[in-house]
């Protein structure tokens, strides 16, 4: 059974701050990862991919992935109050499979 | 454009009704997907169909009927639904269904059953 940790917060955090959400997987040939944005009511948003280890930026926000100890993470800088919803956390496995596993993902709150 | 539409934004449907969702996608992508998606849970695969043939079916009930007329249309056909039912239902879609590519998701038709 391939799993995609998360914690569920909320995490919360000051309008400014950077808040770091991070996202653990048991399968270790997993090769592709997503983070996507939920704010509530709405459908996920892709916000940033990454396959290779190290880090990955793309404007405010930061994709880190460490295969080794199987976790990948996501930083928001300069955190706004509409970087509030919940974030998903998808991991793609190995043997060409194409259907995420999606974790049960963080909420976010940034408070001005 | 990563755009994937879906109609209705809302439906009310009683359990002897049958309705049908849409998902439009002009993207070129050849795998389109449905999911399922229960408040405070993470999306729920129901069907994938790539280059326009079912490929998986996560043993979804038979009252959820998918259709996939071309390479840019996913209809989910309902029939006899229950209550627990009642979600957002995701269409989502990406280049391939067979590589390692992002899934795009549609804005989501959230359905209530009475």
């Known amino acids: 059974q391939k799993e995609v940790e998360q914690n569920s917060g909320p995490l919360s955090v000051p309008e400014g701050a950077i808040a770091s959400l991070n996202c653990t997987y048991s399968?270790?040939?997993?090769?592709?990862f997503f983070w996507y944005r939920q704010y509530s009511g709405k459908s996920p948003e892709l916000i940033m991919s990454?396959?290779?280890?190290g880090d990955k930026e793309d404007g405010r926000f930061t994709a880190q992935l460490n295969k080794a100890s199987q976790y990948v993470s996501l930083l928001i800088r300069d955190s706004q109050p509409s970087d509030s919803a919940t974030y998903l956390c998808a991991v793609k496995g190995s043997g060409g499979s194409y259907i995420p596993t999606f974790g049960r993902g963080t909420s976010l709150i940034v408070h001005p | 454009d990563t755009e994937v539409t879906q109609t209705p934004k809302h439906l009310v449907m009683g359990m002897t009704n049958k309705k049908s969702l849409k998902c439009e996608q002009h993207?070129?992508?050849?795998?389109m997907y449905w999911y399922k998606q229960k408040a405070k849970k993470p999306p729920e695969l129901m069907f994938v169909?790539?280059?326009?043939?079912?490929?998986i079916n996560e043993s979804v009930p038979s009252r959820f009927s998918p259709e996939c007329p071309n390479s840019s249309l996913l209809n989910l056909h309902l029939h006899a639904l229950q209550p627990e039912d009642s979600a957002l239902y995701l269409c989502?879609?990406?280049?391939?269904?067979?590589?390692?590519?992002?899934?795009?998701f549609g804005p989501g038709t959230r359905l209530t059953v009475t």
């Open positions: 989502a879609s990406s280049q391939s269904g067979t590589a390692d590519y992002e899934q795009y």
């Open positions: 169909y790539s280059y326009e043939k079912l490929s």
């Open positions: 399968d270790r040939g997993s090769q592709s």
């Open positions: 990454i396959y290779s280890n």
């Open positions: 993207m070129g992508h050849r795998a």
